[in-house]
């Protein structure tokens, strides 16, 4: 019968604390946005690199290997490999890689954030992909430059609607 009465206590506090804390919380002030604020489902290709890189300069690089099928069946899973050819030391390491997609409603596919204990700058996921485009592997280095190699997809049955 412990239990459960502590179950019960629990629950009570529970939801007065969140009856307590929601109205303090929607009373808060928030900063206006200094920025364009892009829906989530819809942002094109330009608007996510520029989202991710801001106005860093991007590079075609060999060092980037981007794995994608020539030709997708299903454009709903479309399997995605990045393999980047560069140390992951405590002083220069591959930070982040970004999977985009030229032609998707929403061309941000995946955003992952590495460390030098990954030991690899390796990402494999899989991508709708709606129609045929290229697929844009981006990646971030840790000293603020990004590497890019892009390769495209004809897909047979659109996966995105």
């Known amino acids: 019968m412990k239990r459960r009465k502590f179950l019960k206590s629990f629950a009570s506090a529970s939801a007065v604390a969140s009856i307590v804390t929601v109205p303090t919380l929607l009373s808060a002030k928030a900063e206006p946005a200094k920025a364009k604020i892009v829906s989530p489902n819809k ?14 300069k991007v590079t ?8 994608v099928p020539e030709i997708a069946e299903n454009g709903a899973v479309v399997p995605v490999k990045v393999n980047v050819d560069h140390p992951m030391t405590k002083d220069s390491y591959v930070k982040t890689i970004h999977v985009l997609a030229e ?3 929403n061309s941000r596919c995946a955003d992952v954030v590495l460390s030098p204990i990954n ?3 390796y990402f494999a996921t899989r991508i709708k ?3 045929s485009q290229n697929v844009i ?8 430059t990004y590497l890019k190699a892009s390769k495209g997809v ?3 049955i659109g996966g995105c609607g």
Request: aromatic share 0%.
């Open 154 to 156: 004809k897909v047979t």
């Open 60 to 67: 075609d690089s060999d060092k980037v290997n981007l794995t």
């Open 129 to 131: 992909l709606g129609q």
């Open 103 to 105: 032609k998707n409603q």
């Open 119 to 121: 030991g690899k700058g």
């Open 137 to 144: 592997a981006l990646v971030g280095l840790s000293d603020g």
């Open 43 to 56: 942002m094109d290709l330009e608007t996510a690199m520029k989202a991710v890189v801001g106005d860093a």
